[in-house]
């Protein structure tokens, strides 16, 4: 096995053990304070994973703020809704709605960053969304309202990756890191306060867990962009579909019927043929996470429009891959 792809491997695991322990803490912790911590958590090992040439107190320092900004608004969003999704709903479920988000990424491309999409791509991504339904069953069972949520998270997913597609080039790596983690260490540190339980040392830990675990996932996907072509990691975020079935059994007495097994596997084999497919383009889309794969996109992704322009170069120069960030430690 090439190692790109077992780092790649490594990776979603690392971040499916994270999502696992956001779901054992239920109800014991607000959404807001599991957000807050993991957050702070996940810088500790995303410090090493700076650039020599960026220092992190000129994070403020940016050619698109505007976009930024809206970049961490729109990961902040994401952030609360998948947490929220994983701590009230199956694993299994939560993974197969967050995976529309390469829908939304879609729209979004073509309507504002003008990019072509092909007739395959477009039946990769309606089977998809076909294997959801099933796994779902909308009109069969009833919905809750972690269902939305991890709509939600989809949704601002797909807006996170298409502004990061924009800016990941050209802004530095710190500013990636440090706008998001503010807007969400900030926002959810005050949304906490009127419902602020003190963590017993056992949450500590697996907060604590979640972070470094969270964050050594993004040092091993840097790695694996730096041995393997995104084309050839791209599918192995799929393999978290198969640690939510695995997890959801073992710890949280989680087992899809039949029907939903059927759509699981045609999510992930169209999820594999959409990032697969023959286009400039390939778009990651792993976790939602702020320390996840975002950091990378940078690496592998070449200047847009104006800033292609400024930088003497096309989008031609590299295959670039569209990662996507959102959340902490899940």
Known sequence: MPSGVAFSLATYLLFSCCDAIIKGFGSSL?????????????????????????????????????LVNLRGLTGLAGNICIIYAFVS?????????????????????TSILKEIVTWQRY?????????????????????????????????????TTTILRKVAPVEKRVSLIGIPLGYIVITNGILMLPHFDMPTPQEFAS???????GGTGNILFIAATRRAAASVIAPAQYSQILWAIIFGALFFNEFPDPIAYVGLVIVVAGGIMNVMSDETRIRIFSRLSVFGP??????????????AAADGRGS?????ADVDAGRPGS
């Open 207 to 213: 907060l604590l867990a979640i972070g470094l675990l």
């Open 89 to 109: 709903i199956p694993l299994a479920e939560a993974y197969s709605i967050a995976f529309l988000a390469p829908i939304f990424v879609v729209v979004l491309s």
């Open 30 to 66: 607000s959404v807001f304070e599991i957000a807050f911590w993991t957050a702070l958590f996940s810088f500790l090992p995303v410090i090493f994973t700076k650039p020599r040439q960026e220092h992190w107190h000129l994070f403020w320092q940016m050619r698109h703020p505007w």
């Open 316 to 320: 031609r120069d590299a295959p670039s």
């Open 294 to 307: 975002a950091s990378a996109a940078s690496e592998m992704s070449s200047p847009l429009g104006e800033d």
């Open 123 to 159: 039946m990769f991504l309606g089977a998809s969304f076909f294997g959801v339904l099933l796994v779902v069953q909308p009109g069969f069972r009833d919905m809750e309202p972690g269902h939305l949520a991890a709509l939600g998270a989809a949704l601002f997913g797909a807006a």
